[in-house]
Nanobody, 123 residues
Framework: VQLQASGGGLVQAGGSLTLSCAASGRTFSSYAMGWFRQALGKEREFVAT????????DYADSVKGRFTISRDNGRNKLYLQMNGLKPEDTAVYYC?????????????????WGQGTQVTVSS
């Protein structure tokens, strides 16, 4: 399984970005997926997760109401729509595949990780 995140960039505060994650393999639709982020000098933290069919999702409190996670199982793709971006959202964002089908918020429940895409929000 290979995960390729893209869509990061530089945006002003209040702006929007959509991250994408392309997954290889035939098992994408069987597993929950998630987004995590790591800011410089900080630990990796959970952002959002979605169950295998996309029917359930969960978000970190810091992004609730601003970010939306979605997936297209037909295209093996995961998305993160980010609106109302804040400077504190600046980080490298990683997509990851969970070890189970229902969504998961702990990084310990993920076994495959993408390479990350940088999101920088200027004030």
């Amino acid at each position: 399984v290979q995960l390729q995140a893209s869509g990061g960039g530089l945006v002003q505060a209040g702006g929007s970005l959509t991250l994408s994650c392309a997954a290889s393999g035939r098992t994408f639709s069987s597993y929950a997926m998630g987004w995590f982020r790591q800011a410089l000098g900080k630990e990796r933290e959970f952002v959002a997760t979605i169950s295998y069919r996309g029917g359930s999702a969960d978000y970190a409190d810091s992004v609730k109401g601003r970010f939306t996670i979605s997936r297209d199982n037909g295209r093996n793709k995961l998305y993160l729509q980010m609106n109302g971006l804040k400077p504190e959202d600046t980080a490298v964002y990683y997509c990851a595949r969970a070890v189970r089908s229902f969504y998961a918020t702990s990084s310990r429940e993920y076994d495959y990780w993408g390479q990350g895409t940088q999101v920088t929000v200027s004030s």
